[in-house]
């Protein structure tokens, strides 16, 4: 939860690494229409942000099933992205 929290506070931000990471949370929200997250974007972050994308791949990747954001608490941060970074109010995305 912590890597999620900051993961969503830097997606929220004005760094030159929001926007790759608004896409991967984006991307494990629904891929197919919001885009998805090229691998090697990691390579454009900070260690510990990759870390932190990292940590979230392998908690789904253990979890049995698929689970969302907005089951982990974070409906409302979802929202907050997909405003900013895909021009999509929340009415939309509902």
Do not use: C
């Amino acid at each position: 939860m912590a890597a999620l929290d900051r993961l969503f506070a830097l997606a929220k931000s004005d760094t030159g690494q929001s926007a790759r990471v608004a896409s991967f949370l984006l991307a494990w929200w629904n891929g197919t229409d919001l885009g998805h997250f090229p691998i090697a974007d990691l390579f454009g972050l900070d260690r510990s942000v990759a870390d932190d994308i990292t940590s979230v791949v392998r908690y789904l990747g253990r979890h049995p099933g698929a689970i969302y954001a907005d089951s982990l608490g974070y409906r409302g941060d979802v929202m907050d992205l997909l405003h900013r970074w895909r021009d999509v109010g929340s009415e939309d995305a509902a």
